[in-house]
């Protein structure tokens, strides 16, 4: 049986590196991007907007019948070179990380009732800190989105600072993972999926208990070791 899956989001370095590992004759593989033209090596379609192509999109999953769509849509602004995050920034930050996958995945479950969802979330969503507010609240609420959903089934990734030319800016902390590696673990627990209405995965098993140790450790006492350690 061929899976048609629907990448989101394609032309990031993290979808790229996950599309590779997902080349099989088991995985009919679609692309949409914003603006930039994909490979030629699978069925690819170009939007201007998200928000303003929620209709293609939706053609787009009923014309290939697609059942596993993969959002990728992702960005930090926070703990770059520059040291303040602009308004501009800020709304970015929750259009990309919240408002953009929310929409998507409200707009497919007024139609689609079966869909498998994926999206990429963080280690920012285990508990709001100074480092970087802004991306943990939108990735939070990305997450308390989708436990509401009475439609669809969801896997939510869990992954730490992930190395790519987007985040180069950064100054990475010392869980910093290489996009093909994040992409491995993606792959191997996206393809071993139990049907669940919601399930969770971590790009490391560090990740996995990083992301405890931030959700228990009292607010004040988890920013004043990072300040210490980055």
Request: charged share 20%.
């Given at each position: 049986?061929?899976?048609?899956?629907?990448?989101?989001?394609?032309?990031?370095?993290?979808?790229?590196?996950?599309?590779?590992?997902?080349?099989?004759?088991?995985?009919?593989?679609?692309?949409?991007?914003?603006?930039?033209?994909?490979s030629?090596?699978?069925?690819?379609?170009?939007?201007?907007?998200?928000?303003?192509?929620?209709?293609?999109i939706?053609?787009?999953?009923?014309?290939?019948k697609?059942?596993?769509?993969?959002?990728?849509?992702?960005?930090i602004?926070?703990?770059?070179?520059?040291?303040y995050?602009?308004?501009?920034?800020?709304?970015?930050?929750?259009?990309?990380?919240?408002?953009?996958?929310?929409?998507?995945?409200?707009?497919?479950?007024?139609?689609?009732?079966?869909?498998?969802?994926?999206?990429?979330?963080?280690?920012?969503?285990?508990?709001?800190?100074?480092?970087?507010?802004?991306y943990?609240?939108?990735?939070?609420?990305?997450?308390?989105?989708?436990?509401?959903?009475?439609?669809?089934?969801?896997?939510?990734?869990?992954?730490?600072?992930?190395?790519?030319?987007?985040?180069?800016?950064?100054?990475?902390?010392?869980?910093?993972?290489?996009?093909?590696?994040?992409?491995?673990?993606?792959?191997?627990?996206?393809?071993?999926?139990?049907?669940?209405?919601?399930?969770?995965?971590?790009?490391?098993?560090?990740?996995?208990?990083?992301?405890?140790?931030?959700?228990?450790?009292?607010?004040?006492?988890?920013?004043?070791i990072?300040?210490?350690?980055?």
């Amino acid at each position: 049986m061929v899976n048609n899956i629907l990448i989101i989001g394609a032309n990031s370095d993290l979808a790229k590196a996950v599309v590779k590992n997902l080349e099989n004759s088991y995985n009919n593989i679609h692309l949409v991007s914003r603006n930039k033209i994909i490979s030629t090596d699978y069925y690819s379609y170009v939007v201007d907007d998200y928000l303003e192509s929620l209709e293609k999109i939706k053609e787009i999953v009923l014309k290939n019948k697609i059942k596993e769509i993969i959002i990728f849509n992702g960005v930090i602004f926070e703990s770059s070179i520059e040291k303040y995050i602009t308004n501009f920034e800020i709304k970015k930050t929750i259009e990309i990380n919240f408002l953009i996958p929310s929409s998507i995945i409200t707009s497919l479950n007024t139609v689609f009732g079966d869909i498998k969802y994926s999206v990429i979330s963080s280690i920012a969503a285990s508990k709001l800190r100074q480092k970087n507010y802004f991306y943990g609240i939108s990735k939070q609420a990305l997450e308390d989105f989708i436990r509401s959903q009475n439609k669809g089934y969801y896997f939510i990734f869990r992954s730490g600072f992930i190395f790519t030319k987007m985040t180069a800016i950064h100054n990475p902390p010392p869980y910093t993972q290489t996009v093909e590696e994040v992409a491995t673990s993606f792959c191997y627990q996206f393809s071993n999926l139990k049907n669940k209405k919601i399930e969770y995965g971590y790009s490391s098993k560090y990740i996995q208990i990083l992301f405890l140790i931030f959700r228990f450790l009292p607010s004040k006492l988890l920013n004043y070791i990072e300040k210490k350690v980055t």
